[in-house]
């Protein structure tokens, strides 16, 4: 069996440490806010070269805390990717805004950016660009679009901790990153948890009352404020994990490149590079147009296989029918086409070239 992702092989990597920092942390019985959130936050903060660092209690949040903070709420637009988990257009639900989609590039996956210049009106404040699979996104170009309209720009850094555009980290170039620690992510916790990076002490004053109820001061609150902080024990976990990330991410690329190689000559498209940013390959996925007949012949071999995402957020149940005159083709298109196989750090050269041998025999079959 070769699962998608192998957490268990991980942790027994890690145990000893891992172990010993959940076992202090108990013992110092500081819970809520405790040393290994702060220190984490610092760490996190010198990991991403970001000056400012707030955790949270997941991904959804941070990016939802991320939103409230700049003040985005009814009558606002904000402008993002059909093509990503629904958490990012969630977000500004929760807020009140509008989310406004457009499509997505057909190589990178991630917002093409003459889509999202035209789509700027009078009520669009803001754009959240994903960093899918663990591709960075066109921030440059993103950047100076925002500049133009006087937008803020929010990156979506749930699966890119450790991608880099010109050797700078992603979470540092618009005015707040949000990063998930869902435990399958390049950085992940043995739970739910996430956290915000920010460029500005106000922000991040801000951020700090808004995940704990609106209070800087215990019992004085100075706005209406979520529950939302990071657990102490997925804090001392993943300081342990922060360590090795560079490594992590080292090893996807291999997995990562030694599948391209692999799959060469098939009918099938591997992830595009743009050889600006640093992918992380939080994903390794593939477009086919025989995505039912790999799937199920990877199923046959115990070998495990995802669609990430089926279903574009603009054709969702959840947003009715305002959205049923929108076409975004080339999402569409990606949507139906995507499949996306077996990677983690741990993944061996064996275990590659068995799932590469795997998908070229299913097209033979």
Known sequence: MIPMVDLRTQYHSLKADIDKAVLDALDATQFILGPNVRQLEEEVSQSLAVPHVVSCASGTDALHLALAALGIGPGDEVITTPFTFIATAEAIAYVGATPVFVDIDAKTFNLDLAQVRGAVTPKTKAVIAVHLFGQPADVHGLMEACCKDNLYLIEDCAQSFGATVGGKPTGGFGVMGCFSFFPSKNLGGYGDGGTVTTLTDAHKQELLALRNHGSHVRYYHDVIGYNSRLDELQAAILRVKLKHIERFNTERRRV??????????????TPFEDGIGR?????????????????????DKKIASAVYYPVPLHRQKAFGDRFSSLSLPVAESVSQRCLSLPIYPEMTNDQVDEVAAAVRDALRS
Do not use: M, W
């Not at 990562?256 to 498209?269: C, F, I, M, S």
């Open 256 to 269: 990562a490149h030694r599948y391209n190689e692999k799959l060469q000559g098939l009918p099938v498209t």
């Open 279 to 299: 992918h992380v390959f939080h994903q390794y996925t593939i477009l086919t147009d025989h995505r039912e007949q790999i799937s199920a012949f990877l199923t």
